[in-house]
């Protein structure tokens, strides 16, 4: 079971790291080529590290605490555990071999939010995946995947799953568009299978799940599929993931954010609500039983 003591991972943990460090340096008064002059090393480094894109040394993290004038025992303290943290493997470690580059700092990133809004157009959200679906999704979306690297996978996923379970779980809001679950995906009873999963997960306090119909005609994010993610630190801003067939966009400038929870505001609205979720899943059900 992955608990919230292993949430977040290595990329959050840069990330709020980074940020507190930049904080720091500002109130200090202190620029980044004399924050990069006392560690020895470059302004851009500083940068690096303020955006969390890097690892840190204890040592570094130390100097600049002395430099910016921090002499607080018990935020030296904090923040060099947080180093230990950003520079320890996240929990799907083991997976890496498996796991394309762009995708490790999603599953951080996954595991530390407090609220995950996703669109898809596509396939069933990773995290209401049955087992059968996650593995028939990982065979279309890979060049002649191995049965191990397929079996893996899927449970990585499986894995991920667990996060809606946890007593201090995030929310978990996704709209569907109703193609996702009349799409053959593993053949019909791995999808018969998937509905039933989705109807259990309705029940989830946890999970908002909406669906838009057919005949809702155009809506807001006809663009593709997206999520947003946000988190419990203060110091973390909301994120938006794009994933592409070979790479995947990270997007956290306010602007863009804006655009996006905007177009999601819009879809839960043209989406049929909440309550109408179970019927149509069993709707669902019942055409496929005679397809």
């Known amino acids: ?142 060049n002649n995947p191995g049965k191990n690297e397929v079996e893996r996978l899927a449970k990585l996923r499986m894995a991920r799953k667990q996060m809606l379970a946890r007593p201090d779980s995030p929310t978990f809001w996704a709209v569907l568009d109703e193609a996702v679950l009349r799409r053959l995906i593993g053949g019909r009873d791995v999808l018969r299978d998937q509905i039933l999963a989705l109807i259990e997960a309705c029940d989830n306090p946890n999970v908002r799940l909406q669906v838009i119909p057919f005949d809702s005609g155009g809506h807001a994010a006809a663009g593709g599929a997206f999520s947003i993610l946000r988190f419990p630190h203060e110091e973390l801003d909301d994120v938006v993931y794009i994933e592409h067939l070979t790479s995947a966009l990270y997007l956290d400038k306010r602007e863009d954010v804006d655009d996006y929870a905007a177009a999601f505001g819009r879809l839960i609205i043209e989406a049929a609500p909440p309550a109408r979720t179970p019927d149509i899943l069993k709707a669902v059900l019942v055409d496929l039983e005679h397809r």
């Not at 940068?47 to 040592?59: D, H, P, Q, T």
């Not at 951080?108 to 990773?126: C, K």
């Open 1 to 142: 079971m992955i608990g919230r003591g292993d949430s977040g991972g290595s990329t959050v943990r840069r990330l709020q790291l980074g940020a507190r460090l930049r904080e720091l340096r500002l109130a200090a008064n202190v620029s980044r080529e004399a924050a990069g002059y006392r560690i020895r090393a470059s302004e851009s480094k500083i940068s690096r590290m303020e955006l969390g894109r890097v690892g840190f040394k204890a040592r570094d993290v130390t100097d600049l605490l002395v430099l910016y004038g921090v002499d607080d025992p018990e935020e030296h303290d904090r923040l060099l555990e947080l180093t230990k943290a950003a520079n320890s493997p996240s929990w799907w470690h083991s997976y890496g071999d498996v796991l394309e580059s762009w995708f490790h700092s999603y599953l951080d990133l996954e595991q530390a939010a407090e609220l995950i809004r996703t669109y898809e157009i596509q396939f069933v959200p990773g995290l209401l995946q049955t087992e059968a679906y996650a593995s028939a999704v990982i065979r279309l979306g890979h």
